[in-house]
């Protein structure tokens, strides 16, 4: 299992769809780098599962700046390679005054995880009540 932390832009606004009996929350992040004076940009198909992925949906718009963490993978399709990752950890990272106009609050649903700047186990997974949280 790979762990990754993605900061980047949202470029696809969220879209929530069900899934047998789950549903879940698609958007991509670009990240971009610069190499060798050449902006690169890597797009992120991002997943975050249940009711989660409900409440947040209507916040991950197309340009906010956020930070997802998760399980990494790729898949490849028609000769291209795409990056994936299974969003765990979610937060938005933008100015508080752009998390504001947007009416998302400085609340964080799922929540990168603090202190050592690495991810534990326990970031991954339902934590007990993360059904009952009110957006």
Request: hydrophobic share 30%.
């Amino acid at each position: 299992m790979i762990i990754a932390t993605v900061t980047g832009n949202v470029g696809k606004t969220a879209e929530v769809r069900q899934v047998g009996s789950s549903s879940v929350c698609n958007f991509t992040v670009a990240s971009n780098k610069t190499v060798k004076g050449e902006k690169r940009t890597t797009w992120v198909q991002c997943a975050l599962w249940g009711s989660r992925g409900e409440k947040l949906a209507p916040h991950i718009t197309k340009g906010k700046s956020v930070a997802v963490g998760g399980e990494l993978s790729t898949r490849e399709h028609d000769g291209k390679t795409y990056v994936e990752i299974d969003v765990a950890a979610f937060d938005f990272t933008g100015s508080k005054s752009d998390t504001q106009r947007s009416g998302a609050g400085t609340h964080r649903e799922a929540s990168a995880p603090t202190g050592g700047g690495g991810f534990d186990d326990a970031d991954y997974g339902a934590r007990e009540g993360d059904d009952d949280i009110g957006f």
